[in-house]
């Protein structure tokens, strides 16, 4: 706790001024030092925090101890990284077969020409989003493909375009732990298997399946109310999409 808290204290110092050591020479956190070496930073805490309390507890005795702990550490890895070449094999073959890409086309196309409401174009959009988050496992490339159909259709609702980003990250989250293509999924087998020598890709989609329905549920609904509500999407975001002609007239 004591090293933990002078990593923060360290952090506050270097970050909160203005001339922050760990600031970009702008004086902003936007690509500053400290994202672009988040992970260095992120090593170095918990590498402290573990060997400071492997010490403590004495089940370190020596330094040698703390190698022969990080080599036992990665043998864990040694079954994802057998798991993930297979893996890796079934989604370039996917991904050069454009199947996933013909998918979100065609059902965007189908959506764009119901000429829907926008309660129903919310619904249906979270829903082919979570749909195509089964066989497209990269979200910006999901979003390149749907953003240049979707965001017009909202826009030409009177909707703005983070209306539609907002929809679109409710699809894209909650059907991410079921979806092989997901890059960290054979991680998340190996650290089941710690604990069940048996699970596979259908153990983990079947007990994850009845959080990802409860979550497309509840987050639909919760972007519904929100809309209803006529709330702001966020600082800068606002629900509406408003232009003005010449004269200076606001039109939804």
Known sequence: MLILLGWLALFLIVLVPENGLLRCSEGTLLNSPAL??????????AASIGIVYG???????KTDDVINAMGESMKTIASYLVLVFFMAQFVAWFNWSNLGMLL?????????????????LIVIFVIITAFLNLFIGSASAKWAIVAPI???????????????????SVGDSVTNIITPLMPYFALVIVFCQKYNKEAGIGTIAATMLPYTITMLISWTLLLIGWVLLDLPLGPGSP????????GGTVMP
Do not use: C
């Open 150 to 168: 979707f965001i017009p259709i909202f826009m030409l609702s009177g909707y703005s375009p983070e209306l539609a980003q907002a929809a679109y």
């Open 55 to 61: 010490f403590t507890v004495g089940v370190f005795k």
């Open 36 to 45: 672009r070496g988040i992970i260095t930073l992120l090593f170095l805490v």
């Open 239 to 246: 629900m509406y999409y408003i232009i003005t002609d010449g």
């Open 104 to 120: 979100a086309i065609n059902g965007a196309s189908v959506v764009k020409d119901a000429n829907i409401g926008l309660i129903p």
